[in-house]
């Protein structure tokens, strides 16, 4: 095991690796920005340094600050949590060659995987059933020739796109010219690289994913589904473990499809495959995430399994200690996002002090989060402040603890969207889980 772990990123997802090297016996370093010096996991790990200004272009993002800082303190491994540098095969290759172990995939698998075109063609080959679209678009003629062989309506999205950001709808061929422009645009903006693609738009659908643990001796196991369908803006609000509607049949079918698609990556430590599930019960793959994920905590608690813990381990080269068949899923779980944001006006990132914070507590309740009584939240990074999650045997009982959770959490001076959550576990849909991508809920 390492005796030292660099943490390159902030919020609930450092506090959550600072727990489990904690509890591992690994000394831990945080890096923070100028922007973050009240932040908690600056105080929770064993070091922490600051390596730049506010934007994360000068702090979180700058690999040779957070490189510098990492062999300064003679760290022998990095966790770049997820956003941030989790999905950079650069730096990667950068700590691979500063002799610092990356906790992720091999370099070259982050390319091949997190690169959205590649990923979908390394799929196809391994006989994954992917969604219908394009490989890059050269220019609005081509993709005008291949939207026309596709079909409308369909999504123009960015290569190098994620949280649901570089991802364009387009109705019919009219919108199509100013579409493409404008996506490439964006996507130059917003990830440095303007490669864009298309897929068939498929409605109404559920997002259902598949959490992939993978060992350095070729030993890969699949811990379940999450169904992520609770989205606006294609980014998730809610997931839940197991997804209700899936049948079980299709269930393990997803389970062998998703530990192949992993071998044939070549695939190591923690990873996700997204796929799109729709009402007729065929899924397609749309991406892999090859990081940790937001919503990891819901697959923990069905499965008993620390997801963090195996992620350090195995890239510190253990062995799994667990084939598939003793894997033992129990019971439901559900995670709210908590956002500082306002649901009501177009879910606007909201800011402020916290001036008085009470969080829910009781059996099996778990709230992941970097907040406390008087943190300014900084208007540099993500909106969102913590993770509500939710444990019991069964899914109904589920819903009824985490509306209790959500009533009895209270974040003063913050705008956030607790009441947001609680109108939409109430809906007819999410209680008979049939909700989709696409529904909205407002009171
Ligand atoms: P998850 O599937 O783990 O929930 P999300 O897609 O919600 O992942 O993204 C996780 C976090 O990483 C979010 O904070 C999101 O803003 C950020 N993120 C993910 N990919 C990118 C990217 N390519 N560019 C910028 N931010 C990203
Ligand atoms: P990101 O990298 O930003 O997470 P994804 O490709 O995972 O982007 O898509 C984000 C969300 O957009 C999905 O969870 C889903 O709701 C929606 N989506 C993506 N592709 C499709 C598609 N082909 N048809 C319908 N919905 C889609
Ligand atoms: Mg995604």
């Not at 650069?90 to 992720?104: E, H, R, T």
């Not at 049948?247 to 997803?254: I, L, S, V």
């Not at 990556?265 to 892999?288: C, K, L, P």
């Amino acid at each position: 095991m390492f005796s030292k772990i660099l943490i390159a990123n902030r919020g609930e997802i450092a506090i959550r690796i600072i727990r489990a090297c904690r509890e591992m016996g690994v000394s831990t370093v945080a890096v923070f920005s100028e922007a973050d010096r009240e932040s908690l996991h600056v105080n929770l790990a064993d070091e922490s340094y600051c390596i730049g200004g506010a934007l994360s272009k000068d702090s979180y993002l700058n690999m040779d600050a957070v490189l510098s800082v990492a062999k300064a303190t003679k760290s022998e491994a990095i966790h770049p949590g997820y956003g941030f540098l989790s999905e950079n095969p650069g730096f990667a290759k950068l700590c691979a060659q500063n002799g610092i172990v990356f906790i992720g995939p091999e370099a070259a698998v982050i390319e091949k995987m997190g690169d959205k075109d590649k990923a979908r063609r390394t799929m196809q080959k391994a006989g994954v059933p992917v969604i219908p679209g394009s490989g890059l678009l050269k220019d609005a003629q081509h993709a005008a020739a291949e939207a026309q062989r596709i079909g409308y309506p369909l999504l123009i999205k960015a290569r190098s796109g994620g949280g649901g950001r570089g991802i364009r709808l387009v109705k019919s061929p009219g919108e199509l010219e100013s579409n493409f422009d404008q996506a490439v645009a964006e996507a130059a903006a917003s990830f440095g690289d303007g490669a864009v693609y298309m897929e068939k738009y498929l409605h109404p659908v559920k997002h259902i994913e598949m959490q992939l643990l993978a060992d350095n001796y070729g030993n890969i196991v699949c811990l379940g589904e999450r169904d992520c369908s609770t989205q606006r803006n294609n980014q998730k609000l809610i997931e839940e473990s197991p997804a209700a509607i899936i049948p079980d049949d299709t269930r393990n079918k997803m389970i062998e499809t998703s530990v192949k698609a992993g071998a044939a990556a070549g695939y190591t430590g923690v990873g996700t495959i997204e796929y799109i599930y729709d009402e007729a019960g065929d899924f397609y793959f749309i991406e892999m995430n090859t990081r940790l994920q937001v919503e990891h905590p819901v697959t923990e608690m069905v499965t008993l399994i620390d997801i963090v813990k195996w992620q350090i381990r195995t890239a510190a080269g253990m062995k799994l200690d667990f084939a598939q068949e003793e894997i033992d899923f129990k019971g439901h779980a559900i995670e709210c996002r908590i956002n500082a944001e306002d649901p009501y006006s177009g879910f606007k990132p909201a800011g402020g002090t916290i001036e008085m914070l009470h969080v829910p507590n009781g059996p099996w309740v778990r709230f992941d989060s970097a907040i406390y009584q008087g943190y300014t939240i900084p208007p540099y990074y993500d909106s969102m402040i913590g993770k509500l999650i939710v444990y019991a045997k069964t899914r109904d009982e589920a819903i009824r603890k985490m509306k209790a959770a959500l009533c009895e959490l209270i974040i003063e001076g913050v705008t956030h969207n607790a009441s947001y959550q609680a109108e939409a576990l109430s809906s007819e849909k999410f209680i008979d889980s049939t909700y989709t991508t696409e529904d909205r809920y407002f009171g």
